[in-house]
């Protein structure tokens, strides 16, 4: 059996509770049965990109201000604390000066009450991570609070990146804590006394206590979690997976029935990480993205996404006595601009936390506790630039024209309230582009035009995923399809002065509730095999309960002199006077490690594999 639930921001177990116990009750399964919940998130990512999260200290030991620059370190830290401690290592693993902890203590003292969470970062800690170690127990012990170790995240060197993975991972402790920890009270409240699993970025299956000591790791976790999905549904082994959600279409590449992983580390909004995680194209384009129109030039267009809204289709049925009442009234005045089909709601998330201006104080009392127009409620761009404010804080959220509304008009989805979506595109259609012509006709003619343009986009979107993959330059960047000439000639087949031909050489999994509405026209106009498999719409869960346990588990041997063979990556450094021996004890100790890793996260059967890089 299968469920889907609304998300509850303001408090996640409902919406949670809701799909499980539908479950439980259409598979007339007693809770007893089930052995297993295993969960995939996209809250880390989410945050991530939003810029979301909680406050952190950072201790940097043995570096400059001017090294940790060279990951863009700032954006990540934003207004949070560094503290510069002497300390760090060689390359070797020598001691390159003493710890200094005895100044750390006066910081902390400083600002410790404004902080959720501590990173730590050593220079070489990958070598030796003794300095790290102790300042995780000392700030542990001075604190009480979470302390994330950055060559706990990786084993590869590069301090810059492995602080600012280690930040990443403070700021998501608290959010992925607060998510597992209302899984597991709902699970126990309906008698499930399961294990809880967590989809990893690679698509592996974690166990919920090291998802909240590691929450980095579950960065493109609901995305990897699609992917498995997609496999196990289709057994497709050399595949483009495109799932399209509410907010972003990701796109990743199945190869030899796994996804690809990205070499460089998982890159989440403008951050680059040190998490092995899918190698995954993500755009703003979904069934919930804002529909808006590009004035610029004569003809004007449509332009879908960055940010999602609520759908009028949806926002109707929650306040039946505003959103068409509303509509209805504009309609007949004949206003057609850029405000008229636009609404915002609170979204009722805790606000104690965040500070606000007199403005936001301003909007948000205009605002009320309800929906609310834009049309007659904001006067001026300044009260529109607080309420983008307003929104990106998490505490509004916009109500506009979606393609949901454009599938509710062509009757491709019955779900919510379609009169609703039709006045509102009545309302759209009468917008005039730079020559002065009107969108289109009617609700009907919008309606399709909207739905083209995401038919189109999606193309976009998979033709730059293949784009990227084939090409020697993996940081291609998004040409939209119209200014690549040749390219959206060959879609065309054009046969006249030359002749062209342009598709896809491989299959494409389409996923998501709305894969079935957009996705069997773009099959066609790529000129490839469009696969939808039945449960498409909830892939994401099947990948979750599909994937497998896997515990990676790293060390490094170097010779800092003749005769000398020196283990880095465990508790502490070890000396051999042969290389055989060395290899044998790393190999002996790693796999101890991993097994038992792979027994704490509930796994039998286990499975050993080692890889040895010698250079």
């Keep these: 059996a299968s469920s889907k639930s609304l998300t509850t921001k303001s408090d996640l177990?409902?919406?949670i509770g809701k799909a499980i116990q539908d479950v439980l009750e259409k598979s007339?399964?007693?809770?007893?049965?089930?052995?297993?919940?295993s969960l995939s998130t996209t809250l880390a990512t989410n945050a991530l990109v939003e810029g979301h999260g909680e406050n952190v200290g950072l201790v940097a030991i043995g570096f400059t201000k001017q090294d940790l620059e060279r990951q863009g370190l700032s954006k990540a830290i934003k207004n949070d604390p560094v503290f510069f401690l002497t300390g760090g290592h060689t390359h070797s693993g020598e001691e390159?000066?003493?710890?200094?902890?005895?100044?750390?203590?006066?910081?902390?003292?400083e600002f410790d009450q404004s902080l959720s969470a501590y990173a730590v970062v050593s220079s070489f800690a990958t070598r030796n991570p003794s300095h790290e170690f102790s300042t995780r127990d000392f700030i542990r012990e001075v604190t009480g609070k979470p302390v994330t170790c950055s060559s706990d995240l990786s084993a590869k060197l590069n301090g810059p990146k492995r602080a600012l993975t280690s930040v990443l991972n403070a700021r998501l402790i608290g959010l992925i804590d607060r998510l597992i920890s209302a899984c597991k009270s709902k699970l126990k409240t309906l008698n499930l006394d399961v294990p809880l699993m967590v989809v990893r970025g690679d698509g592996a299956l974690i166990s919920a206590e090291v998802a909240q000591s590691k929450p980095i790791e579950t960065i493109l976790s609901g995305p990897a979690a699609s992917i498995v999905g997609a496999q196990w549904l289709t057994n497709e082994s050399e595949a483009l997976v495109s799932d399209i959600g509410g907010t972003t279409t990701d796109v990743a590449i199945l190869h030899n029935g796994r996804p690809k992983i990205d070499p460089l580390g998982a890159k989440v909004g403008e951050f680059r990480t040190m998490v092995e995680a899918v190698d995954m194209q993500t755009t703003g384009l979904g069934g919930d993205s804002e529909v808006h129109m590009n004035s610029n030039g004569l003809q004007g267009d449509l332009v879908l996404g960055?940010?999602?809204v609520m759908p009028i289709a949806l926002a109707a049925t929650i306040w039946p006595d505003i959103i068409v009442p509303k509509l209805e009234t504009i309609l007949s005045t004949e206003k057609c601009g850029e405000l008229e089909t636009k609404f915002v709601y609170p979204t009722m998330i805790d606000t104690k936390n965040l500070k606000f201006n007199t403005r936001e104080m301003l909007v948000l009392e205009k605002i009320g506790l309800s929906a609310k127009a834009l049309e007659?409620?904001?006067?001026?761009?300044?009260?529109?630039?607080?309420?983008?404010?307003?929104?990106?804080?998490?505490?509004?959220m916009m109500v506009g024209v979606t393609p949901t509304d454009a599938s509710h008009v062509l009757g491709m989805s019955k779900?919510?309230?379609?009169?609703?979506?039709?006045?509102a595109l009545e309302l759209f259609s009468k917008r005039r582009n730079g020559g002065g012509e009107m969108l289109a006709s009617n609700a009907e003619d919008m309606a399709r035009l909207i739905i083209e343009s995401i038919r189109t986009q999606t193309a976009n979107v998979l033709i730059n995923a293949a784009l990227i993959e084939d090409s020697e330059e993996k940081d291609l960047k998004y040409e939209p399809l119209n200014d690549q000439w040749l390219i959206s000639k060959g879609l065309e087949n054009h046969k006249k002065t030359f002749f062209i031909n342009f598709g896809l050489n491989l299959p494409v999994v389409g996923l998501g509730a709305s894969a079935k509405s957009y996705y069997p026209q773009v099959g066609k106009l790529l000129s490839t095999k469009m696969v939808i498999p039945k449960y498409s719409e909830v892939a994401n869960a099947i990948g979750a309960v599909a994937g497998r346990v896997s515990v990676k588990c790293v060390g490094t041997i170097t010779s800092p002199s003749e005769g000398c063979y020196r283990l880095h990556g465990l508790e502490r450094q070890l000396d051999f006077t042969s290389e055989e021996k060395a290899l044998k004890e790393l190999e002996k100790i790693l796999s101890e490690l991993a097994v038992n890793k792979a027994k704490l996260s509930g796994a039998d059967n286990i499975e050993l594999q080692v890889d040895c890089d010698i250079r």
Excluded: C, F
């Design 13 to 15: 177990s409902i919406g």
């Design 28 to 37: 007339a399964s007693n809770p007893s049965e089930i052995v297993l919940a």
């Design 96 to 109: 390159k000066y003493p710890l200094d902890l005895k100044k750390l203590k006066g910081l902390i003292k």
């Design 306 to 308: 960055p940010n999602r």
């Design 376 to 396: 007659g409620l904001i006067s001026s761009r300044i009260e529109l630039a607080t309420l983008d404010g307003l929104i990106s804080k998490g505490v509004l």
């Design 415 to 423: 779900k919510w309230d379609a009169v609703a979506s039709r006045i």
